[in-house]
Structures are given as structure tokens and as C-alpha cells.
């Protein structure tokens, strides 16, 4: 009984709570990436991304030099353009959908267990975070800052290997 008290006390602090939130985080990027790589078509997603940015460069180059015949051309092409982005939207939102259902409720679990007055990790600077006061400096991370910075670091790293990012 006692060693298992020990056990649950050790998954709630440094360093055994710092590894396993981070693990946690990387196998919901992960997670995140397979959903996303299953329900939506990557390729085409960065096509239209890139389809888009290229119109939007060529309207504000119409805009500016004050090329109105350019700028009407590229105006009429603009309801197209809008269509491929509501499409691309909708695909990603139902993607994200689909993993957020499950995921709030592991979260709701996660924070029961953890809380969020305990301490997970420490930073070696005072890093600006939101508390229930305002902007807060702190070197103590709780559940949620330690889960929240482990997963944006790790998000980019594991799109990148798993290719699912949209970067173009």
C-alpha cells in the first residue's frame, strides 16, 4: 500500500511528471498528425496554400501599383479562391474534430489527477505566463504551461518527420 502510494506521489513531481507529460505530449502530436494524415489530403491542402499565397501577392502587387485592369482580373478569380479555402478549412476542422473529442476527455481526467497548482517542471528563466492574476514571470511550470510549451515544441518536429505540415 505504501509503495503504491510512492508510486502515484512520484508520477506527480520532478522529474517523473516532467518526462511524462512531455512523453504525453509527443504521443498526442503524434496522434494528431496520423488523424490529420488519415482525414485529409495533404498534397492538395499545400497546393491550394500555395495557389492562395501566390493570389494574394499578385492582388496586393495590383493594389499597389494601381493596375486596375490586373487587380478586376484577379478580383472575378477571387470567389474561386475563396472556395478552395473553405474547402481545405473544412477538411482540417474535421480532422481536428474528430481528435478533439477523445482528447478533451483524457484532458479532463489529466487535470483531475494533476491539478494545476502542481508543479511540473522548472525553467532556467522566468518565462511570461498567463495566471489568474495576469501576466505572471515564473520558473515554475504547471501541468498545463509544462504540457502546453512540450507540445509546441515537439508539434513542429514530429509534423516535419511524419509530413504532415503545411508549410510551403
Do not use: C, H
Request: proline share 3%; no cysteine.
Amino acid at each position: 500500500m505504501l509503495s503504491q502510494l510512492l508510486i502515484v506521489d512520484a508520477l506527480k513531481n520532478p522529474p517523473v511528471a516532467t518526462l511524462l507529460i512531455a512523453g504525453l505530449a509527443i504521443l498526442v502530436n503524434i496522434l494528431t498528425s496520423l488523424v490529420r494524415k488519415r482525414f485529409t489530403n495533404i498534397e492538395r491542402s499545400r497546393r491550394t496554400q500555395k495557389e492562395v499565397k501566390e493570389f494574394n501577392s499578385d492582388l496586393r502587387n495590383a493594389i499597389m501599383s494601381k493596375d486596375k485592369a490586373k487587380e478586376e482580373k484577379l478580383r472575378k478569380k477571387q470567389k474561386s479562391i475563396n472556395e478552395m479555402q473553405m474547402k481545405m478549412f473544412s477538411e482540417n476542422m474535421r480532422a481536428s474534430i474528430i481528435f478533439m473529442l477523445p482528447f478533451f476527455a483524457v484532458w479532463g481526467i489529466l487535470t483531475g489527477y494533476f491539478g494545476y497548482e502542481v508543479i511540473m517542471a522548472y525553467s532556467p528563466l522566468d518565462l511570461p505566463l498567463l495566471g489568474g492574476s495576469g501576466i505572471i514571470f515564473s520558473k515554475e511550470l504547471n501541468f498545463f504551461w509544462w504540457y502546453f510549451l512540450s507540445s509546441m515544441t515537439f508539434n513542429g518536429v514530429l509534423s516535419k518527420i511524419l509530413g504532415t505540415g503545411m508549410t510551403i
